[in-house]
T-cell receptor, first 116, second 112 residues
Framework: DTGVSQDPRHKITKRGQNVTFRCDPISEHNRLYWYRQTLGQGPEFLTYFQNEAQLEKSRLLSDRFSAERPKGSFSTLEIQRTEQGDSAMYLC??????????????FGPGTRLTVL | QQQVKQSPQSLIVQKGGISIINCAYE??????FPWYQQFPGKGPALLIAIRPDVSEKKEGRFTISFNKSAKQFSLHIMDSQPGDSATYFCAARLYAGNMLTFGGGTRLMVKP
């Protein structure tokens, strides 16, 4: 499978615990994005990497959230001291800058987080 | 303002019919408008996309119509099939930006 992969697919945790998700982008894609999607809503942008550099962060990304992309390959998203409001689907997408400059984003299957 | 407003929230169409989903935006700095299809438990899949210098783009049974002056664009699914039953999201990207701003989604049900 050469698409974007995410691990785990589902995570159930108790309030106050820390969780970490992993995303493996499509090979050779230099751009990687994290979005959050709550039930019945469209995805909301969280943060974006070009190679290993984190270039954009949404105001949605509170201090409890941190993302990394060491060596410009896979990425991790960590949520510290989880709250019930963090329950959502966390989506990763990747893209490669095309000649047109419109770098289509391809999404992974997501990690469904449930905070009890 | 970076909102993208999508309608209707839900849509029921008979097999073989035309499904039409509409989106409107405010920010004229948006320069790329993709549509995504999402099945339950899956991530969004890119369906078709358009740039504002084009008024229409067709790929198979899927067509995007774009009205720059009205700041509106729509997805038409011709000959709708039960397998098209999914949630559809329009999105927009700011010029020179990277984040996509998504609409609220339309849940499409195609009845056999």
């Amino acid at each position: 499978d050469t698409g974007v992969s995410q691990d785990p697919r589902h995570k159930i945790t108790k309030r106050g615990q820390n969780v970490t998700f992993r995303c493996d982008p499509i090979s050779e894609h230099n751009r990687l994005y994290w979005y959050r999607q709550t039930l019945g809503q469209g995805p909301e942008f969280l943060t974006y990497f070009q190679n290993e550099a984190q270039l954009e962060k949404s105001r949605l990304l509170s201090d409890r959230f941190s993302a990394e992309r060491p060596k410009g390959s896979f990425s991790t998203l960590e949520i510290q001291r989880t709250e019930q409001g963090d329950s959502a689907m966390y989506l990763c997408a990747s893209s490669l800058r095309s000649k047109t400059g419109y770098n289509e984003q391809f999404f992974g299957p997501g990690t469904r987080l449930t905070v009890l | 303002q970076q909102q993208v407003k999508q309608s209707p929230q839900s849509l029921i169409v008979q097999k073989g019919g035309i499904s039409i989903i509409n989106c409107a935006y405010e920010n004229t700095a948006f320069d790329y408008f993709p549509w995504y299809q999402q099945f339950p438990g899956k991530g969004p899949a890119l369906l078709i996309a358009i740039r504002p210098d084009v008024s229409e783009k067709k790929e198979g049974r899927f067509t995007i119509s774009f009205n720059k002056s009205a700041k509106q664009f729509s997805l038409h699914i011709m000959d709708s099939q039960p397998g098209d039953s999914a949630t559809y999201f329009c999105a927009a990207r700011l010029y020179a930006g990277n984040m996509l701003t998504f609409g609220g989604g339309t849940r499409l049900m195609v009845k056999p």
